[in-house]
C-alpha cells in the first residue's frame, strides 16, 4: 500500500490532476541507495543529474556581498534589473540572439520556468510532442497543466534525436509545443545545426505550433561539437519559442535554483502571472550569485568539461566492453544513455529473469550496491542511465561491479 492510498483511505481525495504523476524514479532510486548506505553497505550512487564540482568561489563570494549589502528582501517579480541584463547579455554573446530585458524571465530553476509556461499556455487536451528518451520531468508537468504528453521514441540508431518525418507525423491541430533538449538528459545526445535545420522546416510550415528549447547542458558538449540554439538557425522562429537555461550545471549551482529564459514579450508576460501566484520572486541572494556566474570569468568551464569528457570515454569504454550492453558516445552532458537488450532474458544467480531494464537496474543495487536508473524512467527501453558526474576512482569500481555482475548473468 503506497502513501497516496493511505491517505485517500483516511478521507483525503488527491485531485484527479496527479492521479497519474508520482515522485521521479531517479529520487526513488536515489533514496533506496542512500538508505542502503546509512545501513553500512558500500553503495555508489550514480543516479544524480548533479556536477560534483563546486560552484566558482567568485560566484560565493558575491552571494556574501549580497548579503552583506542587505539584499536581502524581495525583487522584482521574475528577475532583478541585473541578472535581467546579465541573461540579455549572455544569450547575446553566446547564442548569437538578441532579446530585450521584457523577453527575458527568471525563475526558481529552470523547472518552475517550465512550469510556468506550460500553466500559461496549455488548455485541456493541448498536445505537447517530447521525444524519448526525455527528462522525467516533462510529461508530469505537462500533465500537472491539463495538456497531453505525445511522446515519440527516438533510440540510439537515429542518435536518440526527433526526426523531421516523426515530428511532421506527429503533429495534430492540438499540438501546442515541441519540447527539445540539447544536449539531452539522459541521453546526452545532442542537436547540431544540420540537425535542427529539417525540424525548424516542419515548424515553419506549421505556424500554430510553438517550440521549447531546453539548453540547460549547453556549456559540456564534447570532440569539437559546436552548440547551437535554434532561434540562432532560424530568426523567424523567435516570436513562438522559449528558449530556456539556467546556471544549474555548467555553473554547479544546482542547489541556487536559479533559471532563465528567452522568449516573445507575452508569453513572459504572462509566465509572470503565474509566478506570481506561485513562488513571486527567486531568492535575492541566489539571483545576485548567478549575475557573476554569467559576467564572471568563464575559463574553468573549458578545465570541467575536459574533466567530464575523459570520464565519459572511461564509461563508454568500460560498458562496451560489456557482452550484451551497447552504449552510444554522446556529444554533451554528463550521462551515457547504454543499451541493455543483449541482457534482457538472461537468468541472475538467484534465478531471477532480467525481463526488463528496471529489472536489470534493481539487480545491479540488490547485488553489487551499483544504482542506475532505468531507460524506463526516461520513457525509452531497454536502456539504463549512468551519471559520470562523479570521481573517477568511483566510477572505475562501480564499472568493474557492473562487469562482475553482467558475467554471473546466465
Not at 544540420?194 to 510550415?205: E, F, G, K, S, T
Not at 550492453?325 to 551515457?336: K, L, Q, V
Not at 543499451?339 to 538467484?350: D, N, R, S
Request: hydrophobic fraction near 40%.
Amino acid at each position: 500500500m503506497n502513501a497516496l492510498s493511505q491517505t485517500t483511505e483516511a478521507g483525503f481525495e488527491p485531485a484527479s490532476r496527479i492521479a497519474t504523476v508520482g515522485v521521479s524514479k531517479i529520487l526513488q532510486i536515489g533514496a533506496r541507495a542512500a538508505a542502503m548506505k546509512r545501513d553500512g553497505l558500500p553503495v555508489i550512487i550514480l543516479g544524480a543529474g548533479e556536477p560534483d564540482f563546486d560552484t566558482p568561489d567568485n560566484v560565493k563570494a558575491a552571494a556574501k556581498a549580497a548579503i552583506d549589502r542587505g539584499d536581502t528582501k524581495y525583487t522584482a517579480l521574475d528577475g532583478t534589473p541585473d541578472l535581467k541584463a546579465a541573461v540579455v547579455a549572455k544569450f547575446r554573446r553566446e547564442n548569437n540572439v538578441d532579446y530585450a530585458t521584457d523577453e527575458v524571465t527568471v525563475a526558481t530553476g529552470a523547472k518552475q520556468i517550465l512550469f510556468n509556461a506550460f500553466m500559461a499556455t496549455l488548455n485541456a487536451g493541448d498536445e505537447v510532442i517530447i521525444p524519448t528518451p526525455y527528462w522525467t520531468s516533462y510529461s508530469d508537468i505537462v500533465e500537472i497543466c491539463g495538456g497531453v504528453s505525445k511522446l515519440i521514441a527516438c533510440p540510439a540508431e537515429s542518435g536518440f534525436r526527433l526526426q523531421a518525418e516523426q515530428l511532421e507525423a506527429a503533429i495534430t491541430p492540438k499540438t501546442r509545443w515541441v519540447l527539445l533538449n540539447s544536449p539531452s538528459n539522459p541521453s546526452g545526445a545532442a542537436y547540431s545545426a544540420a540537425d535542427y535545420q529539417p525540424l525548424i522546416d516542419v515548424l515553419l510550415r506549421h505556424p500554430h505550433v510553438w517550440l521549447m528549447v531546453d539548453d540547460m547542458y549547453e556549456h559540456i558538449v564534447y570532440d569539437g561539437f559546436e552548440f547551437v540554439t535554434p532561434v540562432a538557425i532560424e530568426p523567424r522562429l523567435k516570436s513562438r519559442t522559449l528558449t530556456v537555461n539556467g546556471v544549474s550545471k555548467a555553473y554547479a549551482m544546482t542547489g541556487w535554483r536559479i533559471g532563465y529564459a528567452g522568449g516573445p514579450k507575452a508569453l513572459i508576460k504572462a509566465m509572470a502571472v503565474i509566478q506570481s501566484q506561485a513562488t513571486s520572486c527567486p531568492s535575492s541572494i541566489s539571483q545576485a550569485a548567478a549575475v557573476e556566474a554569467l559576467n564572471g570569468p568563464q575559463d574553468f568551464l573549458k578545465e570541467r568539461q575536459q574533466s567530464f569528457k575523459a570520464r565519459r570515454d572511461l564509461v563508454v569504454a568500460r560498458l562496451n566492453a560489456i557482452s550484451g550492453i551497447d552504449c552510444r558516445t554522446p556529444e554533451g552532458a554528463f550521462y551515457t544513455f547504454a543499451g541493455c537488450e543483449g541482457l534482457i532474458g538472461k537468468t541472475t544467480p538467484a534465478g531471477k529473469t532480467i525481463a526488463t531494464d528496471a529489472d536489470f537496474t534493481d539487480y545491479l543495487l540488490e547485488t553489487v550496491h551499483v544504482a542506475v536508473v532505468p531507460g524506463s524512467a526516461f520513457g525509452l527501453s531497454p536502456y539504463f542511465r549512468i551519471s559520470y558526474a562523479t570521481s573517477e576512482a568511483e566510477l572505475k569500481e562501480a564499472l568493474d561491479r557492473i562487469a562482475a555482475a553482467c558475467e554471473k548473468l546466465s
